[in-house]
């Protein structure tokens, strides 16, 4: 007999869809469990092969634990704001909601043929109004508390179709649309302070389970370090200071190299003898993105600053400052002091600009190359620290220049702000309003959700702000403080926003007087099991455990941690990778 599984497989789930087995209640006396997967983006691929992959496996486990007699939530929705659907809007001209309800259909089509138990009751959307109310609420709450800021920013501009690229845009230096020239424009950009979590981020990872590895890469982006800030002084009388893991090395810091972004460039400009060197040098570097500039295989470039020096505060000695683009503002303090014989990036900088290159921990023939394994080791050419061990000299020399107020303990995270402003029209309008008068003002409560207004295309302005800024009927607008003439935020919100809280909306998905009753969040909190895709494991989850936190500690939420346990998975590729 052969198994005809269409009309089986049908019959079948229309009976499960009747009887609502697969329904989660927010009524009932049944211990619960929590199972999640990343929401998909409705693209117009429809299902990848990993989409199920991920599914099955929870569908396991939410199947198993009702029959154990757990009320199971098993949900699903759609992570639906973002780029593709954007770019396709902008080349077809179709509105992108109507873009986005296509390939939500043909997901869920997909989905519900697979049989998969997920609570379609739940269903939500990032898109959707009543949803983003909710985003737009919580960014309000981050305002509020100081957490969300206005900040010039540098981002990646296509000279051709002038507007700003996401990192993902940029390929090889060149704009991924048309292939033109990427230059990097300094525009005011909306900030979340996600570094004021970085500890408690990295601190609470003790309480969740979840796999080493992932732990493993939440730290490394949050990159803490102890060190200290050492001040160098400089001939031109201000104080030069630099963030270091390795005050040991002191002695052997032969040099100094600032970001060509330095505000002392402009301040030093006529002491410089080479003013038009470091001016070229500027303009080159601004060109480049980021990741060029540190990239580690890269030609060591620089100029070495002619008319002002430094002085190393250990061996009082001069010593030349470079200017070079490894070197980013937005890290410590945007300058380095140099140790070329236990760094290889300052060891190859020092041969090709002939700087001394002075061994400082034993053990390796820093002639030849730089002598990099010493996190432990004894201390040599190196006045007070000679014969001491790494450890005990990175303590005498804080505490020396300490003393001296020259010299400050410190931990650094490489941890950034979070650039939370797109010049883009699909995604969650930010709802704030300019006021010469007062600054920026939060809108009332009461006004959201603040809905996207109907465009006639879809493109960023020449200028490169987002196409809101073209609907002057929208952006003007009255001042909720003063009642005067304002201006609305034309930045729309990066595609992480929606996804950042997600999963509390399932347990309440249809409360229009909060984003879930504290009852419902008391009750589900936390999620019980997250599963989904390793390139996820780093910002999806930090930012949404950022986010989650901060709503722990205005009270909104009832546990500091939003997945009590998570397992991620590789990607399933095609022969074509
Ligand atoms: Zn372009
Ligand atoms: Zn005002």
Known sequence: ?????????ERWQKKWEEAGVFHAS????KPKYYALIEFPYPSGQGLHVGHPRSYTALDIIARKRRMQGYNVLYPIGWDAFGLPTENFAIKNHVHPAVVTKKNVARFKQQ?????????????????????YKWTQWIFLQLFKHGLAYKKEMAVNWCTSCKCVLANEEVVNGVCERCGSEVIRKVKSQWMLKITAYAQRLIDDLDLVDYPERVKA???????RSTGAEIDFKTSEGDILTVYTTRPDTLYGATYMVMSPEHPFLEKWAKSLKNRDEVQAYQQEAARKSDFERTEIAKD?????LDGVTAINPATNREIPIFISDYVLISYGTGAIMAVPAHDTRDWEFAKKFGLPIIEVVKGGDVEKEAFTDCASGILVNSGIL???????????????LSEKGIARPKVNYKLRDWVFSRQRYWGEPIPIVHCDKCGYVPLPESELPLTLPQVKSYEPTDTGESPLAHMAGWVNTTCPRCGGPAKRETDTMPQWAGSSWYFLRYMDP???????????????????????GMEHTTLHLLYSRFWHKFLYDIGVVPTPEPYAKRTSHGMILGENG
């Open 1 to 9: 007999m052969k198994y005809e599984h269409k009309p089986i497989e």
């Open 26 to 29: 927010n009524h009932t006396d």
């Open 111 to 131: 989905l519900k043929s697979l049989g998969i138990s997920f609570d379609w009751t739940r269903e939500i959307n990032t898109t959707d109004p009543e949803y």
């Open 217 to 223: 890469q939440q730290k490394n982006w949050i990159g």
């Open 300 to 304: 060591k470039t620089g100029v070495r």
């Open 386 to 400: 000679n014969g001491l061990t790494v450890d005990e000299a990175k303590e005498k020399i804080t505490q020396a």
């Open 510 to 532: 249809h409360n229009d007087k909060a984003l879930a009753s504290r009852e419902a969040m008391d009750y589900w909190s936390p999620v019980d099991w997250y599963n989904g």
